[in-house]
C-alpha cells in the first residue's frame, strides 16, 4: 500500500481513541449528561411514527437552519450544518489552501487544525501562545501578514489551555489580517463570549459551533458555522451531499427546543469546574489553569499520567516523555467523576 500513499502522508497514523473500560471518561471534553427526558420521549415516539429512514436527509437541513438561526437571531443563510465541527474545518481548509498555502494557529490548540491543514495540502504556523497561555493579539497578526496566510484559527476558549480571547482583541485580529479567520467556539456555551453578533461587519469570520460538548450530542456528531451568507455560500462549494443524517437533523432541533433544561446543565458543569479548579489548587504540586470552558489544564513535576491511567481514569495526556513536566487535560465530569480525581491526587500527596 504504502507505494500508493500520497508522499507528505505516509508517516500519517490513523485517529484512534481509546475504547478501554473505565472508571471515569475525562479524555474528550464530553458531556456527563445524556439527552434530556423531553428529549428522549421525543426521539422514540418520532422513531415510531416517523420511520423514513429509507430516504436521504434533506442535504439543505432547511429545518435545522431556520431553528439554529431563530435561536441565534441570524438568518438561515448564515448557517451550515455538519458531521461535526471536524468536518467544517476539512471543508474550510479544502476550499481555501492552494498546496504549501500557510495557515496560522495558536499553540497549544486544537490538533485538527494542524491534520486537516496538512491533509488539505498546506503548511502549518503555531504561533506560541504566552505563558499564562493567554492569547497576544499582535503576534497572531504579525504572523499571518509576514507569511502571507490563507486562514487564521482562532480558538476561544482554547482547548486544550481554557483560555479565551476578548471580543476586542478578536475584533482587532480581524480588522488587520486580509484572510479568512475562524472563530471556534466549541466551548463558548461555557464562557458566553461569542463572535456571532458581528457575523456581518465581518465578511472573512466563520463561528464554528458544535453539539458535541455543552449539548452532550458527541455521538450524534453535529457542528455548524455561522458567518456572512457570502462565506457560507463559498463553503456550501465542498459540504458533502447529505453529510448529516436524518436521525441527527432531528436530534439537534429537539436539543435546541428543550435548550432551557440545557442551558441548567451548562450552569452545572460551569459550577463543577469551579468547584475541581478550588479542589486542585489546594495540591501545592501541582498547577492548575483557570479556565473558562469544560476542561482544565493542570501541570506537575508528579506522575499523574501513570496515577490516574492505574486508577482507569481516562484524561488527556499531552506529557512528553523527555520532559520534566506532566501535563494533562482534564475534562469535568459529575461530581462522582471529578471525585475520584481527587483521590487519586490525595494519593499523591507526600
Ligand atoms: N473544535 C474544538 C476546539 C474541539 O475541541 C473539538 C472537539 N474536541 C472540535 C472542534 C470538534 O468537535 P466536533 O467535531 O465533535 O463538533
Not at 450524534?220 to 458555522?225: E, K, L, Q, T
Request: net charge negative.
Amino acid at each position: 500500500m504504502k507505494e500508493w500513499i500520497r508522499a507528505d502522508l505516509k508517516k500519517f497514523m490513523p485517529y484512534h481513541s481509546p475504547e478501554k473500560p473505565c472508571v471515569a471518561k475525562l479524555d474528550a471534553n464530553e458531556s456527563p449528561y445524556n439527552l434530556s427526558q423531553n428529549v428522549r420521549d421525543n426521539f422514540i415516539k418520532w422513531i415510531q411514527e416517523n420511520e423514513n429512514l429509507n430516504i436521504y436527509p434533506d442535504t439543505d437541513q432547511v429545518e435545522l437552519r431556520n431553528v439554529l438561526s431563530a435561536f441565534y437571531n441570524v438568518e438561515p443563510q448564515n448557517v451550515i450544518c455538519t458531521v461535526g465541527s471536524d468536518q467544517l474545518i476539512d471543508c474550510i481548509t479544502r476550499l481555501f489552501l492552494e498546496a504549501g498555502d500557510v495557515v496560522v494557529v495558536p499553540k497549544p490548540s486544537f490538533s485538527m487544525y494542524k491534520n486537516t491543514t496538512v491533509m488539505n495540502h498546506g503548511k502549518i504556523l503555531e504561533v506560541e501562545l504566552e505563558k499564562d497561555f493567554s492569547y497576544e493579539e499582535d503576534k497572531l497578526i504579525d504572523a499571518v501578514k509576514a507569511n502571507n496566510a490563507k486562514i487564521l484559527f482562532l480558538c476561544s476558549p482554547n482547548n486544550p489551555t481554557g483560555t479565551s480571547l476578548t471580543i476586542e482583541q478578536m475584533k482587532k485580529i480581524i480588522e488587520n489580517v486580509s484572510c479568512p479567520v475562524i472563530v471556534d467556539e466549541a466551548y463558548a456555551e461555557f464562557d458566553d463570549v461569542t463572535m456571532i453578533p458581528y457575523i456581518n461587519d465581518y465578511k472573512n469570520m466563520m463561528v464554528l459551533r458544535t453539539f458535541s460538548k455543552a449539548y452532550g450530542l458527541a455521538g450524534a456528531r453535529i457542528g455548524y458555522g455561522i458567518a456572512h451568507t457570502a462565506f457560507i455560500e463559498a463553503v456550501e462549494i465542498v459540504k458533502a451531499p447529505y453529510n448529516l443524517s436524518t436521525i441527527s437533523q432531528f436530534l439537534a432541533m429537539e436539543v435546541i427546543k428543550d435548550s432551557e433544561q440545557y442551558k441548567s446543565r451548562m450552569e452545572e458543569i460551569k459550577a463543577e469546574r469551579d468547584f475541581m479548579y478550588e479542589q486542585l489548587k489546594k495540591f501545592k504540586w501541582l498547577q492548575v489553569y483557570p479556565s473558562n470552558a469544560n476542561f482544565l489544564l493542570i501541570e506537575s513535576e508528579r506522575d499523574m499520567d501513570k496515577k490516574l491511567l492505574e486508577a482507569n481514569i481516562l484524561v488527556r495526556s499531552f506529557s512528553i516523555e523527555s520532559d520534566k513536566v506532566r501535563r494533562i487535560r482534564l475534562s469535568i465530569g459529575d461530581r462522582q467523576s471529578n471525585e475520584k480525581v481527587i483521590e487519586v491526587f490525595l494519593s499523591m500527596e507526600d
